[in-house]
């Protein structure tokens, strides 16, 4: 989604309706008018042209729009959208923030920032008021001057270049917009995301590092019925497996030394997701988590249920088949969809997989050219993870969320403003005792 921009006319229109040409035409009908004809030309005002084109706002019920550069004097986002009454803190934000932040570890990015966030507007006595939540969060870390020979030498498989493409200048310390800093808006805004979805409808996200390059962790392995968050944060890859998190520490640590990088896989499952989220055909559910996730930063890679796995199998052995559980509830024995049928959620858990690149910025010697169109030699200087993963976690949570609360508004406003149909329909809203069962069937 996109802020309104009203353009001008065109270079070299004439305000007076359209061509030129057309000007021209109507002075010669003048002229060959007569007492007996005439032709009468009335000029016309030029309509204004509007285009949905800036794209740094997502949702379209809860609207979040996120600014600021790696290097400028902050980041942080505005949230529109937000119900009113809501008890708000800048802690509850500030929880994800620290995750996400740079210097957290030494398989992290060496940049130092507390990214402290700051409430200017939206919350007033511990509460939203409905109106526009400002989060800001200053930099302090900035080194500008580490940039300076990559002002004019584009970085391989950077934005660089296609920055200057597309707008004709760009801000050139730490990678602008395009660095991850930008994230820290998505990150605050998924912090109130996650705590209405978490009220309203006991909805939980949790994302995990599941691969980092070649050490893949084996689907088995993770309970996703009772995976908590302590598992996840219990080591520094946010791995929930101790071997496998020791596995993918050595890799990083063997690229980090040698000033190279490496990329990897981030899982992300919803649970007590309600049913009903999503809107055929175009607002499918699992359509909108892959626009939301794939807009995160060095992302490559989307999967949702089964797959590119699920090709291999046939229709008997991919489709889930239904039965009634021990309340009386419709469900599914497989969860090989991921949670949603028909872009619409079923009330399983949701699950998904997003590839991570190997970082573009590394310290080793690579070939590439200059704006001005010189071929040069490139050692990248500045501060950049040698692995993105471990603190992508949090931002894809972030903006899983946004995609879900965003949803289910959306559900709300549309199929539950008159009562449901208890027949075929479930509640938005679930229970933490019918959480906790859930949780002990699968434990």
């Not at 809860?62 to 290097?71: A, K, L």
């Not at 008159?418 to 938005?428: A, D, H, S, T």
Request: hydrophobic share 35%; with cysteine; glycine share 10%.
């Amino acid at each position: 989604m996109a802020s309104s921009l009203t353009s001008k006319p065109f270079l070299g229109a004439s305000r007076t309706d359209g061509l030129s040409g057309l000007c021209s035409i109507s002075s010669d009908l003048r002229n060959l008018s007569s007492p007996s004809v005439q032709f009468l030309i009335r000029p016309r005002t030029l309509r204004k042209l509007q285009v949905q084109a800036a794209g740094n706002t997502y949702g379209n019920f809860f609207r979040v729009t996120t600014f600021g550069e790696s290097h400028g004097g902050g980041v942080g986002c505005v949230i529109d959208g937000c119900p009113p009454r809501m008890p708000l803190s800048e802690a509850d934000l500030q929880g994800d923030l620290d995750r996400r932040r740079p210097g957290q570890s030494r398989i992290t990015t060496p940049r130092k920032e507390t990214d402290t966030c700051r409430i200017l507007s939206g919350v007033h006595e511990g509460v939203t008021t409905g109106t526009p939540i400002l989060v800001l969060v200053p930099n302090t870390d900035q080194r500008g001057r580490d940039y300076d020979e990559m002002s004019i030498a584009y970085r391989p498989s950077h934005a660089d270049r296609t920055y200057d493409l597309k707008y004709g200048v760009r801000s050139v310390q730490g990678g602008g917009r395009s660095s991850a800093r930008e994230t820290i808006g998505r990150v605050a805004a998924g912090a109130v995301a996650k705590k209405i979805l978490k009220a309203f409808s006991g909805t939980e996200v949790l994302a995990y590092v599941s691969q980092v390059h070649k050490v893949v962790l084996p689907e088995e392995s993770v309970n996703h019925y009772t995976l908590a968050l302590d598992q996840v944060e219990s080591n520094i890859v946010r791995c929930p497996d101790a071997e496998y998190a020791e596995k993918m520490i050595a890799a990083i640590d063997a690229v980090r030394v040698k000033g190279e990088s490496i990329g990897g896989v981030v899982t992300c499952i919803v649970r007590n997701c309600p049913p009903g989220l999503g809107s055929p055909v175009f607002d499918k559910l699992e359509a909108e988590f892959a626009k939301a996730v794939l807009s995160l930063p060095a992302t490559k890679g989307f999967e949702f249920g089964s797959g590119f796995a699920g090709t291999f199998l046939t229709g008997s052995e991919h489709n889930d088949e239904f039965y009634l559980d021990e309340q009386g509830k419709i469900r599914t024995k497989t969860n090989r969809s991921g949670g949603t049928q028909g872009g619409i959620s079923n009330g399983e858990i949701i699950n998904m997989r997003i590839a991570f690149k190997p970082t573009a910025t590394i310290s080793k010697k690579q070939n590439t050219v200059t704006r001005d169109k010189h071929e040069i030699e490139l050692i990248a200087r500045g501060r950049h993870d040698p692995c993105v993963v471990p603190r992508a976690v949090p931002m894809v949570e972030a903006t899983i969320a946004l995609a879900l609360v965003d949803q289910l508004m959306a559900h709300y406003a549309q199929c539950h403003m008159f009562p449901i149909n208890p027949e075929l329909q479930e509640p938005l809203r679930i229970t933490e005792v019918e959480a906790a069962e859930e949780a002990a069937l699968h434990s």
